[in-house]
């Protein structure tokens, strides 16, 4: 008979696969947010470049 590897919390307590997850989740939607915060960044700096270069080509 094969030993029992299942994890029983106890009353109260999540099982470690779901903190795990939580924790991966966390990490995934610092990731995001850095990212779109990048893209934008960049976006708003090539719009104004683009406005700056219309605005020379005006004058």
Same mark, same amino acid.
């Given at each position: 008979? #094969? +030993?029992?590897?299942? =994890?029983? +919390?106890?009353?109260?307590?999540?099982? *470690?696969? *779901?903190?795990?997850? *939580?924790? =991966?989740?966390?990490?995934? @939607? *610092?990731?995001? =947010?850095?990212? =779109?915060? %990048?893209?934008?960044? !960049?976006?708003?700096?090539?719009? @104004?470049?683009?406005? @700056? #270069?219309?605005? !020379? %080509?005006?004058?």
């Amino acid at each position: 008979m #094969e +030993p029992d590897y299942t =994890v029983n +919390p106890g009353p109260g307590e999540a099982p *470690l696969s *779901l903190e795990f997850g *939580l924790i =991966v989740l966390g990490i995934g @939607a *610092l990731i995001f =947010v850095y990212l =779109v915060f %990048k893209l934008w960044r !960049e976006y708003r700096q090539r719009s @104004a470049r683009r406005e @700056a #270069e219309s605005d !020379e %080509k005006s004058e």
